[in-house]
């Protein structure tokens, strides 16, 4: 732990981090930041193989937190992106999630940039890590054909991304929750939302419903969190274990039910 002015700070590192990779990370909590919806760990400096972040003191969440958070969530993605797939404004490097990079875009189809820069680029690597077998990854690939041609396009303009918004990225303090760890970009809202439901968030019914009176959510959304599911299974599927492979086809399943 250090002191930077009034503010204490952590330090991390990664040795031999890939070009960009903490950078990147900077650029989407400041853009996360901008938007004057979640707050966001403040960045106090940031090398190419670490970075200086606001240390969060964290307390238990409670029921009126989550409210704040659904609320503040939906004005964070209400701030919009300039494509699906954008990179934070600002910043023209790589974009990661976790330790792996992911393809930057600028779609004007959810769809097309979804199955083909959230959900393929995994798919081999969780093949060749043992934790998705073939048959499993055909079943990936017919839901990414339905959902490349624009099944489940809707109006929504891209929305303003955490990207990796599991319960470990949700930090809760005295003042409502802090995000850490983004892998921001522009994406569909249901996306964050599906991610906190499938690693699970304290009082995750009182954000949603919060969230959902600040930005009524589309008919049908509790149905398609498996379609918003495919990316992070798929990420996890790369490298967490044979569990996740099972889910991913699941999931896939499920949303080739949907498309029928």
């Not at 938007?35 to 090398?47: F, H, Q, S």
């Not at 494509?83 to 974009?95: E, I, M, Q, T, V």
């Not at 009524?216 to 996890?236: F, I, K, M, T, Y």
Request: hydrophobic share 45%; aromatic share 8%; glycine share 12%.
């Amino acid at each position: 732990m250090r002191q930077t002015g009034a503010m204490r700070t952590i330090v991390k590192r990664r040795d031999g981090a890939p070009d960009g990779f903490f950078p990147a990370e900077a650029a989407g909590l400041a853009w996360l930041a901008a938007a004057g919806g979640v707050r966001t760990a403040a960045v106090a400096g940031v090398g190419e193989d670490w970075i200086e972040l606001e240390r969060v003191d964290e307390v238990r969440a409670s029921r009126a937190a989550a409210s704040g958070f659904g609320a503040a969530l939906a004005r964070t993605h209400a701030a919009g992106a300039a494509a699906f797939g954008a990179r934070p404004d600002g910043w023209h490097g790589p974009l990661f999630i976790g330790r792996r990079e992911m393809p930057a875009a600028d779609d004007r189809s959810w769809g097309a940039f979804y199955a083909r820069d959230r959900v393929r680029p995994f798919l081999p690597i969780a093949v060749e890590a043992g934790f998705l077998t073939a048959g499993e990854a055909s079943v990936v690939e017919r839901a990414c054909e339905v959902v490349e041609v624009g099944a489940f396009d809707d109006d929504e303009p891209p929305a303003r991304l955490h990207g990796d918004l599991w319960t470990g990225n949700v930090l809760w303090s005295d003042g409502g929750a802090v995000l850490i760890d983004p892998a921001a970009h522009g994406g569909h809202r249901e996306t964050d939302l599906a991610m906190l439901a499938l690693f699970g968030c304290p009082f995750l019914d009182d954000v949603l419903a919060a969230y959902d009176r600040a930005a009524p959510l589309r008919e049908g959304w509790r149905d398609r969190v498996p379609l918003h599911q495919l990316h992070p299974l798929a990420v996890h599927a790369a490298g967490h274990g044979r569990g996740y492979g099972v889910a991913l086809a699941e999931a896939a399943e499920s949303v080739l039910g949907l498309a029928s």
